[in-house]
C-alpha cells in the first residue's frame, strides 16, 4: 500500500503558476506509474497527466497540453505538476493517484490509490 499527500495547490490570478507535489510513502515508489485528476464543482473527475513508473513515459489531457508538465523523482517519491499559464477553468481540486503498473494509465478506474487532493483556484 502507498499513501499520498499533494501539496502546492492556492488561489493565482490567470496566467500565473503553480506546481502541484505529491509525496508517496510505503511501498515502492518506482513501481508506481502514477497520475494526476482533477474535478471541478459539477463536474467528473478528469485525467489531466500521467507519467510511466520510469518517467519515460507521459500523457497530458488536450486541454493543459503545453502548459502543464508532468515529472517525477523516485529518489524523493515525489510527483510533480508544473503549472503554467492558469486559466480560470483550470480550478478544481487536483488529485495525485497511483497503480501498480509497467504503462501509464489515463483512466480513474485503473487507479488504486489516491490522495487527499489539494484545491486549485485560477481567479480571472
Known amino acids: 500500500q502507498v499513501q499520498l499527500v499533494e501539496s502546492g495547490g492556492g488561489l493565482v490570478q490567470a496566467g500565473g503558476s503553480l506546481r502541484l507535489s505529491c509525496a508517496a510513502s510505503?511501498?515502492?515508489?518506482?513501481?508506481?506509474?502514477m497520475g494526476w485528476f482533477r474535478q471541478a464543482p459539477g463536474k467528473e473527475r478528469e485525467i489531466v497527466a500521467a507519467?510511466?513508473?520510469?518517467?519515460?513515459?507521459?500523457y497530458y489531457a488536450d486541454s493543459v497540453k503545453g502548459r502543464f508538465t508532468i515529472s517525477r523523482d523516485n529518489a524523493k517519491n515525489t510527483v510533480y505538476l508544473q503549472m503554467n499559464s492558469l486559466k480560470p477553468e483550470d480550478t478544481a481540486v487536483y488529485y495525485c493517484?497511483?497503480?501498480?503498473?509497467?504503462?501509464?494509465?489515463?483512466?480513474?478506474?485503473?487507479?488504486?490509490?489516491w490522495g487527499q487532493g489539494t484545491q486549485v483556484t485560477v481567479s480571472s
Open positions: 493517484a497511483a497503480v501498480v503498473s509497467v504503462i501509464l494509465s489515463t483512466k480513474d478506474y485503473n487507479y488504486d490509490y
Open positions: 510505503g511501498r515502492t515508489f518506482s513501481n508506481y506509474a
Open positions: 507519467i510511466s513508473r520510469s518517467g519515460g513515459r507521459t
